[in-house]
């Protein structure tokens, strides 16, 4: 079955939203918290993502959505779109460049096409299953680098979290960059554009939700990498899809590095 048609529709809702986050880009007022100090929203997301929403509606009216900011709407057929309007919230707060949309389909808890838009840079990157990983028509290349202790890594993690879980956490922080060259933290969706282009070895972020991660898990496969848990299990959304409380911890990288990444982030887990 080809999934192009579907690429081609998120690709476009994509790049609408990311014309709605630009025009919001500069005159943001206070944001309104949610669940912790490290979570927030704003117009910009709601705006954004109300307009994919109702193109979604009208285009595919059976199909389901799962959207961070208005939650889950469940529709009659086996698809479900998986939508974050704004990835990097408060990165676009602050006025850093490192935010972005993203969405992606799942047909019966299988990820089938994606996308992620970098409004700033005006890059899209997209991919669906079995046609492989591109940046606006070019396709996606993974460092070739074959030794961990010699590339960039990214790292993402909730500081809101309580003490323990947060030394935890900043436990395996100091185990990976111990491992690797050096660590970048931009805790959004750029960290995975940087390592599909290939200037970053590999991504672990440990407190996603199912709408920040979906694009990249069909994207690493497909531009040639592997993406799992922390232990080195794949990711499942089969029977998690609608549970939008969860969190997805997960490691990314080339194939060459991810069974290195692994040996330091499997521990984290016990």
């Known amino acids: 079955m080809s999934y192009r048609g579907f690429r081609e529709f998120a690709v476009e809702c994509a790049r609408e939203a ?11 007022g ?10 927030v929203v704003t117009e910009a997301d709601l705006a954004a993502e109300r ?18 900011e208005s939650g889950v709407q469940v529709g009659s057929g086996e698809y479900v779109w998986v939508i974050d309007p704004l990835d990097g919230t ?49 396709r996606l290349a ?4 074959r030794r961990l202790s010699h590339v960039l890594c990214a790292f993402g993690l909730d500081p809101s979290q309580g003490p323990e879980d947060l030394a935890r956490d900043a436990a395996l922080l100091c185990r990976v960059g111990s491992a690797v060259r050096n660590l970048r933290m931009t805790n959004s969706l750029v960290d995975f554009c940087l390592t599909l282009d290939g200037h970053l070895g590999g991504f672990v972020n440990l407190s996603p939700k199912i709408w920040d991660i979906v694009p990249i898990c069909l994207m690493m496969p497909e531009a040639g990498g592997v993406i799992s848990d ?10 998690d899809a609608m549970d939008i409380t969860r969190t997805f911890p997960l ?3 080339s194939r060459a590095l ?3 990444l692994i040996a330091q982030t499997r521990e984290w887990l016990r």
């Open 251 to 253: 490691v990314g990288a």
């Open 51 to 68: 307009r994919v929403v109702e193109r979604i509606l009208r285009e595919y009216p059976a199909h389901g959505i799962i959207a961070e």
């Open 142 to 145: 993974l460092t070739e680098e």
């Open 90 to 138: 408060s990165n676009f707060v602050a006025g850093l460049p490192w935010f972005g949309f993203q969405m992606g389909l799942l047909e019966r808890g299988r990820v089938v096409a994606s996308v992620m838009h970098l409004p700033v840079e005006g890059l899209t990157y997209w991919a669906e299953l079995g046609g492989g990983a591109f940046r606006d028509g070019q």
């Open 18 to 28: 990311g014309e709605i986050l630009t025009r919001y880009r500069g005159r943001i």
């Open 230 to 239: 922390p232990a080195g299990q794949p990711i499942s959304f089969e029977a």
């Open 258 to 260: 991810h069974s290195q």
């Open 30 to 39: 206070e944001p309104t918290i949610k669940e912790s100090a490290s979570s």
